[in-house]
């Protein structure tokens, strides 16, 4: 098991959050360095650094950084959520050790943000409400972080969560 037991704490911007409310951060016995880019594969991590090693995600809305001996959540709630979130990343962290040999690592950063996969998410009218000729147009914009999800008003609520979910993996959005 790579990670048995840790200790919590709950500290005030620890993370690099914005917000007022206070971070998780769970202190790890071990060195779990091995294992980043396993997770950057499969929570579709945003930045990865080489040296120090270390990984930055979002899950459920929350920025999540794993380091080598520690690991920030921002804004868990309280201390029975934060247990939670520690409990939940505990098992996890072990399940995708366990299975490392399934996935494959990803030692780098993803690159940016597909037109052709933005424009899934787009309604594809091209009715310029947006101020461009064409959705595509519009995709390309914000492939390149110029323009952004609340721009195009015709999307519907679940188009537009898809798209800043999909934009999320890049830290756009
Ligand atoms: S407002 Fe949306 S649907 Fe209309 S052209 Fe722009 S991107 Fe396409």
Redesign the pocket.
Known sequence: MLISTYTTELVRLSCGSQSDSKDLVIYLERDISEVIPYLNTVFEGFQYTKEPRSVSFRLNGKLVVVHPRKICVSAPGDRVDAQNISEWLREKINDIWERKDQIQPRFENPSSPKVLEILRF??????????????TV??AKVSKGDRGPR?????TAEQREKLVKYLGRFNFG
């Open positions: 787009l309604p594809k009218t091209n009715c310029g409400l947006c101020g461009e000729k064409t959705c519009f995709a721009d195009c008003t015709p999307l």
